[in-house]
């Protein structure tokens, strides 16, 4: 099989159709038309096979992965996705393995209405480059700069799992106590995160401030308070854990993991207090939690219900 023909069978045969997409896979490049109201999003995020995700991760989940971190990239900004482009560098052309990338890749792809209207495909070190576009109306779009004092703090679902999957598959001992069934969960959190794409779009009326957690919980709201001149207290207490992470780790080291692990994709969001209310109750279904308020001191301040300071560490995955 040559490259073009591996390019029809695993990619072109199964990208969604859509009526924007003016021309697809298959030319020197790809042509769209964009809604004439709106604003383009675009971002793009690689994955390197030992660094992004452990070298024996399933060929399915990369596939997943490699678009959901985009995706997630997109929900932080409240933009719609729309379509995509896969680059993907292979040490090797193996059959099954290709056709387990392409299916973690639609089954996301598809669930979203995301169209793959390109790509790139080379021999050398495993690696995926994915970039997203999306829509946002004129200014709409969420950014990491807006958040004012007395704004309310908010993340997503649950934090730390992702990192405490890492730990599951660099020390399984540690964790006899928990079942099959509970491992899978785990896994699946650092495997397939779910990008919070319906939650993005409807903060663009509710949020002033938003970022996806993919280096942590310290570190991703460390963005939002330098790039919005802020500061913020957290309540330790309030910063939500699953149950897993509860009985599978002390509350120190599940507290120190939500905060600096990476790999969640939830994410952080400010909320003005006078949309408090409104935002909680139209919005309730996506699954939040208030850990916090925007501060003047420009200082991340963390600190226990009794109002004793945290001392561990705060740093997040950084690659350089
Ligand atoms: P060129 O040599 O002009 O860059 P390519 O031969 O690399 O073109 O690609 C041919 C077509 O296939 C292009 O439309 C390109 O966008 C698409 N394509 C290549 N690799 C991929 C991929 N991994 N996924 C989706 N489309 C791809
Ligand atoms: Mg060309």
């Known amino acids: 099989m040559n490259e073009f023909t591996i390019i029809k069978n695993y990619f072109t045969a199964h990208a969604c159709p859509r009526a924007d997409v003016i021309l697809g896979i298959g030319d020197d490049a790809a042509v769209t038309l964009p809604p004439s109201d ?3 999003a675009i971002t793009t995020d690689t994955l390197v096979a030992g660094i992004h ?3 024996e991760t399933a060929a399915e989940d990369i ?5 959901a971190v985009n995706l997630s990239d997109l929900a932080a900004m409240g933009a719609e996705p729309a379509w995509v482009t ?4 292979l040490p090797v052309f193996h059959e099954a393995w290709l056709q387990a990338f392409s299916r973690g890749f639609f089954e996301l792809a598809n669930q979203h209405r995301v169209a793959l209207i390109g790509g790139d495909l080379t021999h050398g070190p495993l690696s995926i480059t994915v970039q997203a576009m999306g829509f ?3 200014g709409k779009a969420l950014t990491r700069r807006g958040a ?3 704004d309310l703090i908010y993340v997503s679902g649950t934090l730390g799992d992702a990192g405490l999957a890492l730990a599951l598959l660099q020390g399984p001992d ?3 106590t928990l079942t099959v069934t509970e491992k899978n969960a785990i896994r699946a959190r ?7 794409v319906e939650l993005g779009l409807a903060l663009r009326t509710y949020a002033s401030a938003a970022i996806d957690i993919s280096d942590g919980l310290a570190a991703d709201l460390g963005h939002i308070l330098e790039q919005s001149q802020v500061g913020a207290l957290i309540h330790l207490d309030q910063i939500p854990l699953s149950n897993i992470m509860q009985s599978s780790l002390s509350k120190e080291d599940a507290i120190s993991m939500a905060l600096t692990a990476g790999d969640d994709y939830e994410l952080c969001f400010t909320i003005p207090p006078s949309m408090r209310s409104e935002f909680e109750n139209t919005c309730g279904k996506h699954g939040f939690s208030c850990i916090g308020s925007i501060t003047s001191s420009k200082k991340l301040i963390i600190q226990d219900k009794n109002g004793a300071p945290y001392h561990g560490k705060i740093h997040g995955y950084q690659h350089f």
Do not use: D, H, I, V
């Open 53 to 55: 995700f452990p070298t």
């Open 86 to 89: 896969l680059s993907l560098t």
């Open 38 to 40: 709106q604003c383009l």
């Open 190 to 196: 650092l495997n397939r995160p779910q990008p919070r």
């Open 148 to 150: 004012k004092q007395g």
């Open 63 to 67: 596939g997943y992965k490699s678009l």
């Open 136 to 138: 946002t109306p004129p």
């Open 174 to 176: 540690c964790f006899a």
